[in-house]
């Protein structure tokens, strides 16, 4: 078998191994994605259009328990726990990646996380009827955990049970989700619909109807193969899995794919978060996790949001019709993540993030240049609507979906909890402090602020152009070759000796490999 496996990778090297599109790995990947991205996506964006309602909510309920307004400072300290303690919570959520998607498996762990979904969900719907802003705090919390969680698994499990020619266009369906959740939140708090004093509590509540959705549905669909096979060492169901996923009974070049990458990690313990830290072969993997993850959040994506309102008002926009200007940013978001889905095997991922990264740097610089002079010009405030368009178009085809989808390439299977860990927990901490830090330098430094989100996409774009690799179309032992060489370490060479050695029938040999292994 080991010989066998070794003889059809190598075969593969010039005659790529392709899967199709079968409705069961599409419709596994719409209630992962539905069931988990969506919640992320609008669990960011719900608080939006309620906030003066939610402010208005907490002055009545502190009227109410102490006789006396809201002191003015102590209302603007609880908004501001309300809205960080959901990155807090996803920072949470995003340590417990590795130990629970290692015991309950991938799809496993989707299926836990709706706790996080529908408790809080509940929580937030009858925050009004018990008088309690403690509870909207605490349900930020939860859902943040269920954020936290999704953001991370969602990639990891799409990316394992999809064909290597489909891992990038499989691999962006959770931004897409994310995208569509944000969308949705942005329609539903439209004023003349859920965005109003009857409204905004059903809205909130609204958040556990995917969670039931995949809690029904998603035990239809198989495990993670990888997980089966390199976790549970179970080749039987890790076959019908790839049977179920490819839609064909002949997977036997995929499997043997996979033993090969299994054998490959024998030599290698279960990773965790500190002894992944150490490790000299996974070093550049790690640098690039670390640098896609920051950049991500630090780009400036949620100051862009943040700015939208008073530029469209600047441009001679209606303040009622803001709103519908919100949501129209919202759509072209979609529309370019969906574009993102279609062309990430035909572009790469390499080229998609170059590009996004650049579109996002020349947009905060020109936008920086039509912020200081839209009050001298009649026709500024026109090229800083463009340059709000123009960033959530880039951000929307690089940097928004393509770090998870390369994480979950350039790490091997053992690896790839910790990674995720490591990955999720940058990607929070950096969240937390955009939103911490922001305020401030927007009162500071004003529309400045957006040279340093310049800078961080200049200098993330430098270090994808020079360090990150193209991973189209390549296995993962192919990647991470190329890594070694990067890492000047000949790990994954070794790996194979190792394999070519059990095949031999002397006991010499298999003696050598047992003490390679140890």
């Known amino acids: 078998m080991f010989s066998d496996a070794l003889a059809i990778a190598i075969e593969e090297d010039s005659n790529p191994l392709e899967g199709r599109l079968t409705t069961v790995l599409v419709l596994a990947s719409l209630f992962a994605a539905f069931g988990s991205s969506f919640q992320y996506g609008y669990n960011i964006a719900v608080i939006n259009s309620p906030a003066p309602l939610m402010r208005d909510f907490y002055n009545k309920t502190y009227i109410e328990r102490y006789n006396e307004p809201i002191p003015e400072r102590f209302l603007t300290v609880l908004w501001s726990v309300t809205v960080s303690m959901f990155p807090l919570g996803g920072l949470f959520g995003a340590l417990m990646v590795a130990p629970l998607v290692k015991r309950l498996g991938r799809k496993g762990t989707l299926l836990f996380n709706n706790i996080f979904s529908i408790v809080p969900a509940i929580m937030m719907g009858v925050c009004e009827i018990s008088k309690s802003y403690e509870l909207i705090i605490a349900a930020r919390v939860i859902v943040g955990i269920c954020a936290g969680l999704s953001s991370n698994v969602v990639p990891m499990y799409l990316g394992e049970i999809a064909p290597r020619n489909l891992r990038g266009a499989i691999g962006i369906f959770p931004q897409l989700f994310i995208t569509v959740g944000i969308l949705v939140a942005q329609v539903f708090g439209i004023r003349s619909l859920l965005g109003n004093k009857t409204g905004w509590t059903i809205m909130f509540g609204l958040t556990a109807i995917p969670a039931v959705f995949q809690l029904i549905f998603l035990p239809l669909f198989p495990e993670s193969p990888r997980y089966l096979l390199f976790q549970k060492k179970d080749e039987v169901n890790c076959l019908k899995a790839l ?97 993102a889905v279609f062309i990430v095997e035909f572009s790469g991922r390499r080229l998609l993030l170059l590009l996004g990264f650049g579109i996002c740097c020349g947009s905060c610089a020109l936008l920086t240049f039509a912020l200081n002079f839209q009050a001298r010009l009649l026709w500024m405030p026109y090229v800083s609507i463009f340059c709000v368009i123009t960033y959530v178009i880039g951000h929307a085809i690089g940097p928004s979906p393509i770090p998870n989808v390369v994480t979950t390439e350039i790490f091997m299977h053992s690896a790839r909890p910790a990674a995720f860990t490591l990955g999720g927990a940058i990607h929070w901490i950096s969240n937390f402090t955009v939103g911490l830090v922001f305020p401030f330098m927007e009162r500071d430094l004003g529309p400045f602020s957006f040279v340093l989100f310049s800078i961080v996409c200049f200098l993330t774009l430098i270090y994808i152009f020079f360090v990150v690799p193209e991973t189209k179309m390549k296995s993962i032992l192919e990647i991470s070759k190329i890594f070694d060489e990067m890492n000047n370490v000949g790990y994954v060479d070794k790996s194979i000796e190792v394999i070519d050695t059990t095949s031999r029938p002397d006991s010499t040999a298999k003696d050598e490999c047992s003490c390679m292994s140890q």
């Not at 100051?303 to 530029?311: G, L, R």
């Open 243 to 339: 049977q179920l996923l490819r839609g064909q009974n002949d997977v036997e070049r995929e499997l043997n794919e996979l033993v090969l990458e299994a054998i490959a990690e024998e030599i290698q313990s279960r990773w965790s978060l500190l002894s992944l830290l150490t490790q000299k072969f996974l070093r550049w993997q790690l640098f690039t996790t670390i640098v896609l993850n920051m950049g991500q959040q630090l780009s400036g994506v949620n100051a862009i949001y943040y700015y939208a309102d008073s530029i469209y008002a600047s441009a001679g926009v209606n303040e009622q019709d803001i709103q519908y200007v919100t949501v129209g940013t919202g759509a072209v978001n979609l529309f370019m993540t969906i574009a």
